[in-house]
């Protein structure tokens, strides 16, 4: 993965040069490159936009509008061409992905307040982790798994859960005939064949669940006693002996300064995915102080808010390089929001 380098879906009319003024508010741009059509030169409305500073990149991805959707972009595959398998779904167009509405319509029968299961159809070269990024675009996205390819030597098949079915309908409409990589269509449509989340979700999940419980109990009483014991210097390096896997590491202590409501913010990056919500939220909140988290919408990073200096650092010294569910966690302090930094405001019609 490449921190300091983007892959962007911009307009097909803009030019290079456009894309720089536009993304040169972020932070010092080394190089923009649109991907073009070689028989015709014209856009397929794809760029990748590289930055001097990894920092500038997850900035312009946080704030960069509506009319852009960027991420970080991969080191460059080669893939040759490839024909739709024999159960591939040839009668969807990929440039109109509505022309076949019945396998793009929820089952009939299905609630709305359900899970829904999607399947979808890639090229045989985008990994697990890439389907799970495009999939969470979607709100509510509960299981992303690879399924046997059977004959379909040349694509791979996943199934795709969404707690509800107005959300599997917003990945369709959003997802379904997206080029990725460029000339490979991703197909996605509704299952016939209903599945309980509980009995899809990876049989660890419930364990991992329970062990975070535990673990968030046992450092909130280490903290307690911390507390009510008049922390003193000759305590505080009891307690960094604690026991816990989530000991602080002493020495990498760093003075955060407060946001301009006094509240301390953090960055952090989950590699190689976001682990379920509720362990994320569960893991921050172990902390006193907790005010908010947020992941940007179908990234693998987000920001943490605590109302206090102590929280913040402690959540930076125990957490930064742990692993919460198979991921492993960065936490940093985030830069400070520039007060005459504005969101780009999408086109007029």
Do not use: W
């Not at 030169?41 to 500073?53: L, M, Q, R, V």
């Not at 959003?174 to 080029?179: A, D, K, T």
């Not at 492993?328 to 007029?348: C, F, G, H, I």
């Amino acid at each position: 993965m490449e921190y300091n380098r983007l892959f962007v879906f911009v307009p097909k009319t803009d030019k290079e040069s456009d894309l720089e003024n536009i993304f040169s508010q972020y932070g010092e741009i080394s190089k923009v490159h649109i991907v073009t059509n070689k028989d015709t030169g014209e856009s397929k409305g794809i760029a990748f936009i590289t930055y001097s500073k990894p920092s500038s990149a997850a900035l312009a991805i946080e704030e960069c509008g509506p009319n852009y959707k960027a991420v970080f972009a991969k080191p460059k595959h080669d893939d040759g061409p490839s024909a739709y398998p024999p159960s591939y779904p040839r009668h969807i167009d990929s440039k109109n992905p509505t022309s076949s509405y019945s396998l793009l319509a929820p089952p009939s029968h299905q609630h709305r307040d359900e899970p829904s299961v999607l399947t979808a159809y890639t090229s045989s070269i985008v990994s697990y982790n890439e389907v799970y990024k495009i999939m969470n675009i979607a709100p509510e996205l509960e299981l992303v798994k690879e399924l046997s390819r059977q004959q379909m030597y040349d694509k791979k098949i996943f199934q795709v859960i969404y707690n509800s079915i107005a959300a599997a309908e917003h990945a369709v409409n959003r997802i379904n005939g997206f080029e990725y990589p460029p000339g490979h269509p991703i197909i996605l449509e509704f299952s016939s064949t209903p599945i309980s989340i509980s009995s899809a979700v990876d049989p660890i999940a419930s364990k991992i669940s329970k062990d975070i419980e535990v673990l968030s109990s046992t450092v909130n009483k280490a903290l307690a006693v911390i507390k009510n014991a008049s922390i003193t210097s000759a305590s505080l390096c009891l307690a960094d002996e604690f026991s816990s896997p989530l000991a602080p590491k002493r020495g990498n202590e760093k003075v955060l300064l407060p946001s301009s409501d006094n509240s301390f913010r953090l960055f952090f990056v989950c590699k190689p995915i976001i682990p379920p919500m509720r362990l994320l939220e569960d893991t921050f909140k172990m902390f006193k102080g907790f005010r908010n988290i947020n992941v940007i919408d179908g990234k693998n990073y987000g920001y943490v808010t605590y109302d206090n200096l102590e929280s913040a650092t402690r959540a930076i010294n125990c957490l930064n390089d742990h692993k919460v569910y198979n991921s492993r966690l960065k936490v940093m302090e985030a830069e400070p929001r520039e007060p005459n930094r504005k969101r780009m405001k999408p086109d007029t019609m």
